[in-house]
């Protein structure tokens, strides 16, 4: 009977997430965060460096999954009156923080003699932020409920709404500007408006007018594993529908997570679905580092390049964020902490 490959790549799983915890240990014993830890393991055994795991599309779809379950979990703290807090001002700050970072960054990479395409798509990479490493620092810190932590927030939040027309404007891009393929945008950008309505409507009714009933009847009351397995049911079935209609799966199951605030037993989902979230987390950053090449990254060009772009990019991002929080009413000390959570570079880039 042949062996079931699964299993091979169940033992690279366990290697990446076991180097990727004692990386992280290591760190945290000397005051660095342990995310570090968990990249910098994933550089170690990625293809560029040891070679000793594969390639890193094999976990993609686990890594994801524990962006969606983070989401989750911070959607189960946004009850309606914290939901207000971030307000219409929130948004906004996040619309002017990613528009004026595209452009910002577009005309720094033309200054530097980039072409026209490239420089947008420059611009757009930057202008993202890490939804997980932000959320992740802010949980740890106990900084979620603070003031930076719910403009932080406000801002992600909206960089994920932006993700489906920044990816179709990167798709126009590298198709070229004839009418054909405007046409073809035009259909991207009419089917994700409507992918959009769908899934806010769907889990709108399925969230205010089903979950309520299921999860305050009694027979999950009795019994807590009918409530976490139905909760996770919940979580992957809103990421899988969100990103089935083209949209940010976490952004799904972020919504799925606000909808069941609503229900008397989101605190003890939350907390069964935590030992969950923090292996599903560690891979995922663990994967994110096997990306990077290192043989090519010491190259001096390209060397030169990539601190370029980080140093100019990584003050641009500042400065905007800061600009958006604060003319959109954050307090100064506020609108900087933000702007310095927001700096990253995002792991959307990729893409």
């Not at 979950?211 to 009918?226: E, G, H, T």
């Amino acid at each position: 009977m042949p062996e079931f490959s699964g299993w091979n790549v169940l033992g690279e799983v366990l290697l990446l997430v076991g180097s990727a915890v004692a990386m992280g240990v290591v760190l945290e014993a000397v005051g660095i965060s342990a995310i570090i830890g968990y990249l910098l393991a994933g550089v170690l055994l990625g293809p560029s460096v040891l070679d000793v795991v594969g390639d890193s599309s094999n976990f993609t779809l686990i890594a994801e999954l524990g962006v969606a379950l983070l989401l989750f979990s911070i959607g189960l703290e946004m009850t309606p009156t914290r939901l207000r807090g971030f307000g219409f001002r929130g948004a906004i700050a996040g619309v002017l923080q990613v528009s004026l970072t595209i452009f910002a960054a577009a005309g720094v990479a033309l200054l530097f003699g980039l072409d026209g395409r490239v420089a947008l798509t420059l611009g757009c990479m930057v202008a993202l932020s890490s939804p997980a490493v932000v959320a992740r620092l802010l949980t740890d810190r106990g900084e979620l409920e603070s003031n930076r932590g719910r403009s932080t927030l406000a801002v992600l939040l909206t960089q994920d709404g932006s993700l489906v027309p920044v990816l179709i404007l990167i798709g126009l891009l590298g198709g070229g500007g004839d009418d054909g393929n405007a046409t073809g945008v035009g259909g991207q950008i009419a089917n994700a408006a409507v992918g959009l309505l769908v899934m806010i409507a769907t889990i709108s009714v399925v969230g205010i007018f089903i979950l309520p009933r299921v999860f305050d009847s009694m027979i999950l009351r009795r019994n807590r594993d009918f409530a976490i397995v139905t909760a996770i049911i919940t979580c992957l079935s809103a990421a899988w529908g969100s990103h089935s209609l083209g949209l940010s799966p976490a952004l799904g199951a972020f919504v799925a997570g606000v909808l069941l605030a609503r229900v008397s037993i989101s605190r003890q989902i939350r907390a069964d679905t935590g030992a969950l979230r923090a292996v599903f987390l560690t891979l995922f950053f663990a994967s994110v580092g096997m990306l990077a090449n290192v043989r090519e990254l010491i190259q001096p060009e390209i060397l030169k390049s990539m601190i370029a772009i980080l140093g100019v990019g990584l003050l641009l991002k500042v400065a905007i964020a800061w600009f958006a929080i604060r003319v959109t009413g954050g307090h100064r000390r506020v609108a900087l902490a933000s702007a310095l959570c927001l700096a990253q570079f995002g792991e959307f880039s990729f893409v």
